[in-house]
Nanobody
């Protein structure tokens, strides 16, 4: 079982940058893919990115490719989402989720952008992009 806590969200100007953290407590962090999702007011939760359990593979939705970067440090049970070149439309509550992978080498066989595949979620951190 994992507990996830996000941090790092704040108010930032357009074009600015932030780094979000997702820190886990519990066992086997390195067997979980960590996904980042966001939810803007009045909208459904949407996928942003995902990183494989070993950190050697990652995926991004088209709207954030080239601007966001996900990484992880399994020794610290922490995953990160670096947000650069922020736009007002990036404003949302950002959540991290953990999806258990019995075989971490089969990351490519999972639909990592489907929130139903995630067993654990953090409470979210607010990112507001505004001048």
């Amino acid at each position: 079982q994992l507990q996830l806590v996000e941090s790092g969200g704040t108010l930032v100007q357009p074009g600015g940058r932030l780094r979000l953290s997702c820190t886990a407590t519990g066992a086997q962090f390195n067997y979980y893919a960590i996904g980042w999702f966001r939810q803007a007011p009045g909208k459904e939760r949407e996928a942003v990115s995902c990183i494989s359990p070993r950190g050697n593979d990652a995926d991004y939705v088209d709207s954030v490719k080239g601007r966001f970067t996900t990484s992880r440090d399994n020794s610290q049970n922490t995953a990160y989402l670096q947000l650069d070149s922020l736009k007002p439309e990036d404003t949302a509550v950002y959540y991290c989720g953990a999806a258990y992978m019995h075989n971490p080498n089969n990351y490519r066989n999972y639909n990592v952008f489907n929130p139903a595949n995630y067993e654990y979620w953090g409470q979210g951190t607010q990112v507001t992009v505004s001048s």
